[in-house]
């Protein structure tokens, strides 16, 4: 009796559970002012292919109202979104067009500014918002309001740990899943090509 006493006392107590997060948290640790940059390596697939497309660059703001995607490989594309237009620049030639017929673009930089910005309220402009996990492994799902992007968007999860987004899914209403490694993930992909091993590293802790 003694014996199970002392062990009874002895024993440490319950480590406490993980913290909830909310999207309030998360979109303050994601804050960020202008300008800032984060590598990238999106991952794409498609029945037409053999091993899934990678697309390696920087995702770059340089002011509030500008977002930069630069492509690095397997080929250099530079898109920059700005007051409503997005200008696609390639080989030496420039095209640009209005966000109102890419709606997926126009969303892009809805909720990168919101996020960067640590504004909810902008946020919620353009989708609903649904948080879940702990602050070591959060998730934070925005579904859109708008109709023209929910037609071609069916939801977007963004993935994390602490102040670190890692990993952005975007699910179409039609196609495959199409996955953008950033930060310490996308250091983490260099040199690798396994479909599964990239995933992994969306939601790794």
């Not at 919620?124 to 859109?144: F, K, M, N, V």
């Not at 994390?160 to 996308?186: F, M, N, W, Y």
Request: charged share 25%.
């Amino acid at each position: 009796m003694l014996a199970a006493t002392w062990a009874t006392a002895s024993a440490a107590p319950p480590e406490p559970a993980p913290a909830s997060v909310d999207a309030g948290w998360i979109l303050s640790k994601l804050a960020r002012p202008a300008p800032t940059q984060t590598d990238f390596v999106e991952v794409r697939g498609s029945a037409l292919l053999k091993t899934p497309l990678r697309i390696e660059g920087q995702y770059k703001r340089p002011t509030n109202d500008t977002l930069v995607r630069a492509v690095r490989a397997p080929y250099a594309e530079t898109t920059t979104i700005r007051n409503g237009q997005a200008t696609i620049e390639r080989n030496g030639k420039a095209r640009s067009f209005s966000l109102a017929r890419a709606p997926e673009l126009q969303g892009l930089q809805a909720s990168f500014g919101a996020m960067l910005a640590g504004d909810r309220t902008q946020l919620e402009r353009y989708y609903t918002i649904d948080a879940s996990g702990t602050r070591q492994a959060w998730t934070l799902r925005l579904s859109p309001r708008d109709r023209a992007l929910a037609a071609k968007v069916r939801d977007i999860v963004l993935r994390g740990r602490g102040a670190e987004l890692r990993c952005i899914e975007t699910r179409p209403v039609k196609g495959d899943l199409q996955r953008t490694l950033l930060a310490s993930a996308a250091r983490s992909a260099h040199g690798t090509t396994d479909a599964a091993a990239l995933a992994a590293l969306c939601t790794a802790q």
